[in-house]
Every structure is written in structure tokens, then in C-alpha cells.
């Protein structure tokens, strides 16, 4: 399986867009890319994912480069209910099941 | 919305009880799962079922057991507790059909403590 790449941390002011990068620079062509978010003392939360076009929904947008090797998550305006870390994962189709999860970005939005 | 509740968000058991944990969710998904996340160590899974009284053990099944008879029902049993099983759990459903596959939705998460 592809292995990611996310920073530690990052702050972002409130009303702001907030970018996080993520490294997948492995990735096979079957594996798509996802993003979840955990709120302190929450269960995760499905964000988005894509494969190779770019994808937006109610939550965020995700930008994968033409050769998907890095991809970017926006939150388009950050709230403080933003505040959590997120998950950058990389999994192929036809895998099993099972969800795991790297350290991930913690995102602190700022008032 | 796709909702996803657990019977208690925070439990305390003593070692040796036996422990039930029930997950129900609403969007008629096939695939239900039940994690444990421990810091340091991350998400790890139990046991997932992808049908009515289906099951398949996850990573780590050893102390635990689960029932399904309903769809929309998945209950986790710990049979005799122990300290070792103090961890915020986690469950999850998803569909089966077309993809993503890992598109699941996470309840709330219940933190057990065994003392």
C-alpha cells in the first residue's frame, strides 16, 4: 500500500481557506485518495475522496496532481469546528476493508 | 445524514464483567465495523460483518465477540473484561456495492474504562 506524507501541525486563521498537503508519491494507479477528519474525543469523519480529478462536496475540495503523487485538501473557510486532525489516506479498490490511520495533520483554526 | 449512534458514550466495567457495546445506524449499509483506537498504536479493527449474522474477525478479535441480527445492529461483547481492554471504540458502517470502499461513517465512539 502507498504510504503518506502529512505535516504535524498547522493554524489557520478563522474565515480563511486552510491547505493541507499530503505526500503519496508511491501510489499505484488503482488506489484513490481519502480524507478523514477526528475531532477531539469524536469518532472519525468522512470527508472526501478522488482518484485522479479533482473533487468538491458540502465539506471541502481535494486537488491530486496529474502525476498523484501529492494531493491537497481545502476548507474553503475555515471555522473553529474545524479544528481537528486529518487523515490523508491512500487505498486501492479492490482492498479489504480496514481503515488505518497515519499520525495525520492537527489543524488548529485561530479566532 | 447518515447517523451512526452508540449505546453510551462513557462506561465504566469491572475486570471479569461481561460488556456490551450496541452500534445502530439508519442508512440501510451492509458493512458494519467495530475499532478500537489507542494512542500511539492508532485505529485497529475488531471484527466487521458485511451482512445479517455475518462476520469476519478484524486484527485483533481476541476477547471479544459480536452479534448481528439485524441490519441495522451490531453489538461488540466483551465476554470477561480486563484492564487491557480500556479504549474509546469505535463503529463504523459502510456499503458493500461500487466503491469507495472506505468511505465509512463513525459513531460517536464510547470510552470504556475496566478498572
Known amino acids: 500500500d502507498a504510504k503518506t506524507t502529512q505535516p504535524p501541525s498547522m493554524d489557520c486563521a478563522e474565515g480563511r481557506a486552510a491547505n493541507l498537503p499530503c505526500n503519496h508519491s508511491?501510489?499505484?494507479?488503482?488506489?484513490?485518495v481519502y480524507w478523514y477528519r477526528q475531532i477531539h474525543s469524536q469518532g472519525p469523519q468522512y470527508i472526501i475522496h478522488?482518484?485522479?480529478n479533482n473533487e468538491t462536496n458540502e465539506m471541502a475540495s481535494l486537488i491530486i496532481t496529474e502525476d498523484r503523487k501529492s494531493s491537497t485538501l481545502i476548507l474553503p473557510h475555515a471555522t473553529l469546528r474545524d479544528t481537528a486532525v486529518y487523515y490523508c489516506i491512500v487505498e486501492p479498490l479492490l482492498a479489504d476493508y480496514k481503515l488505518s490511520f497515519g499520525a495525520g495533520t492537527t489543524v488548529t483554526v485561530r479566532a | 445524514d447518515v447517523k451512526v449512534t452508540q449505546s453510551s458514550r462513557y462506561l465504566v466495567k469491572r475486570t471479569g464483567e461481561k460488556v456490551f457495546l450496541e452500534c445502530v445506524q439508519d442508512?440501510?449499509?451492509?458493512?458494519m465495523f467495530w475499532y478500537r483506537q489507542d494512542p500511539g498504536l492508532g485505529l485497529r479493527l475488531i471484527y466487521f460483518?458485511?451482512?445479517?449474522?455475518?462476520?469476519e474477525k478484524g486484527d485483533i478479535p481476541e476477547g471479544y465477540s459480536v452479534s448481528r441480527e439485524k441490519k441495522e445492529r451490531f453489538s461488540l461483547i466483551l465476554e470477561s473484561a480486563s484492564t487491557n481492554q480500556t479504549s474509546m471504540y469505535l463503529c463504523?458502517?459502510?456499503?458493500?456495492?461500487?466503491?469507495?470502499?472506505?468511505?465509512?461513517?463513525f459513531g460517536p465512539g464510547t470510552r470504556l474504562t475496566v478498572t
Open positions: 463504523a458502517s459502510s456499503f458493500t456495492y461500487g466503491e469507495p470502499k472506505y468511505e465509512q461513517y
Open positions: 508511491t501510489i499505484s494507479g488503482n488506489e484513490y
Open positions: 442508512m440501510d449499509h451492509e458493512n
Open positions: 460483518s458485511y451482512d445479517v449474522k455475518m462476520k
Open positions: 478522488g482518484l485522479k
